[in-house]
């Protein structure tokens, strides 16, 4: 081995212990709690100092006391599982179940929160039944709660009763815990699929929340806005069979709706509006499915929604309102 390959084989190794040894840290301290938590962390400890004194004492052994301690701990990340059964935050106590017969959905565990703070609402989670024949719009919601380029997507079908159903992919939080993008890199949270009404979910947002919410008409055909209807219906009951994990990048409320539209175009492109999801209108649009006329900055204009819509029009339902200028 030449003088220079050396410090290179060293500095890789280090490299690795160092990644390795922050990852299974950060992996244990939000996936385990209390004594558990402190027993994970020192036998980690223990594994970091084993590696290195194999190292020391020859080079190969230590290399094969980095892949024994890396296998022990993907291991025991390999056992953590999503589950059904914890003790949810109120407002994802409960996801959206579906029933088809025929041609109508009926949807259980729709969320129709009265709220009364942005943390706090009435809780009312009731059951309603649709008729596809009846579906008449699609509409993309983005809303923005801090940088222009990060937005929560939510999807809203409407029909001709003029009902509106809104399907939203959240993180299934317990109820002691909070959003964290790291805690979604770890599987700390479960994947849910919340379907609300209008009402409910954008009330909350543009009221309560004061968040930037902007709803964007998509071009589908009838064909188009039916299939994509039943892929959250074989969401829901997919996700009701065997959960999933949230995942920051892989699996959050963007990239599962990407996957789901998929159904309606097998090659659609992957760009970075995907994790800029404040982008989503310029990817809709570039597709020719963005609705609406004028130019996209136009667009953007009209489609931001108004706060306290129905206090301004209370003749009006909440959907009806939001679109009342």
């Known amino acids: 081995m030449s003088r220079f390959t050396r410090p290179v084989l060293h500095a890789l190794f280090a490299l690795i212990v160092l990644t390795g040894t922050a990852w299974s840290a950060m992996a244990i301290w939000l996936n385990l709690e209390g004594p558990v938590r402190l027993i994970g962390l020192g036998l980690l400890c223990l594994a970091v100092i084993a590696v290195g004194a194999a190292r020391f004492y020859k080079r190969r052994l230590g290399w094969g006391a980095l892949i024994l301690a890396a296998s022990a701990v993907l291991g025991w990340y390999q056992t953590i599982e999503p589950r059904q059964d914890r003790n949810w935050a109120y407002d994802v106590a409960h996801g959206a179940r579906a029933d088809m017969t025929d041609d109508k959905v009926t949807l259980s565990n729709l969320r129709d929160f009265d709220w009364q703070t942005p ?31 990060i937005a929560h997507l939510l999807v809203s079908f409407g029909f001709t009763t003029g009902e509106h159903v809104v399907f939203s992919v959240e993180i299934r939080r317990e109820a002691h815990e909070s959003f964290s993008e790291i805690g979604g890199f770890f599987r700390q949270f479960e994947l849910v699929l919340i379907a609300a009404t209008e009402r409910d979910i954008i009330r909350v947002r543009t009221d309560l929340r004061r968040e930037d919410v902007r709803m964007f008409p998509v071009d589908l055909t009838p064909e188009q806005r039916r299939t994509m209807f039943l ?72 489609a931001l929604l108004p706060t306290d819509a129905q206090s301004k029009h209370p003749d009006m339902t909440f959907s009806e309102a939001i679109w009342a200028r």
Request: proline share 4%; aromatic share 8%; net charge negative.
């Open 119 to 149: 943390i706090s609402a009435k809780e009312r989670w009731i059951t309603e039944t649709y008729d596809l024949d009846q579906l008449d719009s699609v509409e993309m919601l983005t809303s923005v709660w801090d940088s222009p380029d």
């Open 231 to 302: 892929s959250y219906v074989d969401l829901a009951q997919s996700l009701e069979q065997e959960p999933q994990f949230y995942n920051t990048i892989s699996a959050n409320c963007t990239t599962v709706v990407y996957g789901l539209a998929l159904s309606l175009k097998s090659d659609l492109p992957i760009r970075k509006s995907l994790i800029l999801s404040g982008r989503l209108p310029e990817y809709l649009d570039s597709l020719g499915v963005l609705g609406g006329e004028g130019s996209l900055e136009d667009r953007h204009a009209r």
